[in-house]
Nanobody
Framework: QVQLVESGGGLVQAGGSLRLSCTAS???????MGWYRQAPGKERELVATITSAGDTNYADSVKGRFTISRDNAKNTVYLQMNSLKPEDTVVYFCRVTVGFKVYWGQGTQVTVSS
């Protein structure tokens, strides 16, 4: 069973930065890793993903502001968030795939004040 531990959320002023981290334990065969976010009453949406080879994909709304990276030796994925906007205020979830299985983190709140 894979477990994910997220950290790095919090409160920041608009224009500021935060860095999210997510560490996976329980498996060494992690494929894609990524971050999603979900606002109350809305569907969870993709923010950014990164494959085991380092290929990345971003939502249009975060391109140029957010950077996803991973440390395979630590089974950790990061999301560097710069130029944060009030509309980035939501809960962010880490997601990893191991084979055909998908695992989600517990979510971390990011709040951007205007």
């Amino acid at each position: 069973q894979v477990q994910l531990v997220e950290s790095g959320g919090g409160l920041v002023q608009a224009g500021g930065s935060l860095r999210l981290s997510c560490t996976a334990s329980g498996s060494s065969y992690i494929n894609a890793m990524g971050w999603y976010r979900q606002a109350p009453g809305k569907e969870r949406e993709l923010v950014a993903t990164i494959t085991s080879a380092g290929d990345t994909n971003y939502a249009d709304s975060v391109k140029g502001r957010f950077t996803i990276s991973r440390d395979n030796a630590k089974n950790t994925v990061y999301l560097q968030m710069n130029s944060l906007k009030p509309e980035d205020t939501v809960v962010y979830f880490c997601r990893v795939t191991v084979g055909f299985k998908v695992y989600w983190g517990q979510g971390t709140q990011v709040t951007v004040s205007s």
